[in-house]
């Protein structure tokens, strides 16, 4: 399958009976989709659970994929509802993805961790590193403007939010994300940029 | 100067180009002119780069790709019937059957002896008028009968209309 073939393209081959050519679906998708499961569970056997549901769920919706939006948008707002679903039935508190309870969840992640304790040896080790202090949620907002490249707009159509919501929201996220870098990391961001 | 929280809001948007023409104007003569104003939008662009170049994705197993296709071909989608039915077939089938049919009406009617007089003596005919027919098809069983039909109608246009837009707007965006 040519690299240049849109996704368009491929979904309509899948719908017209070349159920083979989902698989290259897949292979584009599944790194970001795993990542994005990773933001909402720790454990990466529950995540790879619910990034293979993601998949099997889109490939049941497909023939209800209307086109309007990115087929990357429509398969992260299953990833959204996949995982809030999981983690329901495994009767983890999903309301603590909004609350308070969360700064507690992330607070406790940097519990026992003095600043600059965090060793990286590359920047990449630091961003992954500084991303998983991050609250759930902030980690997923920042994960699906940076690496999922999908606009404010289509955040919003993801989550469920309002626009201004996710801006402001993201604001805050990336603020946060420049303290735990200031915090733990300023010795490396010196170094790691010479 | 202390910069307010919301000032930095404003950098991130600059950043992001989601600024209004007139709040992007603010911020530029801001950032030329006032050094606070220029040291934090270079501490969020430090920020804004390191995300941007360096975020890794985490991979799945390596069998990730195989087990969804394992769990898909359990299921099933009605392909397209134009892609394994040959049309001439349907059509050679459609017209064996309406000429077959039509075969049976001609020798059918060219076996009633057109010279024999029928009419309501006819004891069969009799037995149908004694039917009452009210207590079958009541104006309420009728009407309920046709309105189901109706509905059902117009759902299955609905769906086949659906259907040939969600088409059209994904071959048009392909």
């Known amino acids: ?194 | 100067m202390h910069i307010p929280q919301n000032i930095e809001e404003k950098l991130w948007s600059y950043i992001d180009g989601s600024l209004e023409k007139k709040e992007l104007d603010t911020v530029e003569e801001l950032l030329r002119s006032n050094n606070e104003w220029k040291n934090k939008y270079a501490e969020l662009m430090e920020v804004h780069q390191l995300m941007k170049n360096n975020m890794d994705l985490e991979h799945p197993s390596l069998r990730f790709t195989q087990n969804v296709m394992e769990e898909i071909s359990r299921l099933y989608i009605t392909p397209a019937t134009r892609n394994y039915i040959n049309k001439n077939v349907i059509w050679g089938i459609g017209i064996f059957f309406l000429t077959t049919i039509i075969g049976l009406l001609i020798y059918g009617f060219g076996q009633i002896d057109w010279s024999q007089t029928g009419g309501i003596d006819s004891p069969q005919l009799q037995e149908i008028n004694n039917i009452n027919w009210s207590r079958v098809f009541s104006g309420t069983y009728v009407n309920v009968f046709i309105m189901v039909n109706i509905l059902l109608g117009l759902m299955l246009l609905d769906m086949y209309l659906t259907r040939k837009k969600n088409e059209r707007i994904r071959e048009r965006n392909a």
């Open chain 1, 1 to 194: 399958m040519d690299a240049r073939t849109t996704d368009n393209e491929i979904i309509t081959r899948v719908l017209r009976g070349e159920h083979q050519l989902y698989a290259e679906l897949v292979k584009r998708y599944q790194n970001f989709v795993f990542t994005l499961a990773l933001r909402y569970t720790p454990g990466r056997e529950d995540a790879e659970e619910i990034a293979q549901d993601v998949f099997v769920k889109a490939y049941k919706a497909l023939k209800d994929f209307r086109g309007e939006s990115k087929f990357s948008t429509w398969l992260y707002s299953i990833v959204n509802s996949t995982s809030i679903t999981f983690l329901r039935k495994k009767k983890l508190d999903t309301h603590s993805l909004d609350s308070e309870h969360v700064m507690e969840v992330a607070d406790s992640k940097e519990s026992g961790m003095s600043a600059n304790q965090v060793e990286v040896k590359s920047k990449v080790e630091m961003v992954t590193k500084a991303i998983q202090l991050l609250s759930p949620d902030d980690a997923k907002l920042i994960t699906l403007f940076y690496k999922a490249e999908q606009s404010l707009e289509e955040i919003a159509k993801i989550l469920g939010m309002e626009t201004n919501t996710v801006k402001v929201k993201l604001h805050r996220a990336r603020t946060r994300l420049k303290e735990k870098m200031e915090k733990y990391f300023t010795q490396e961001v010196r170094d790691l940029s010479y």
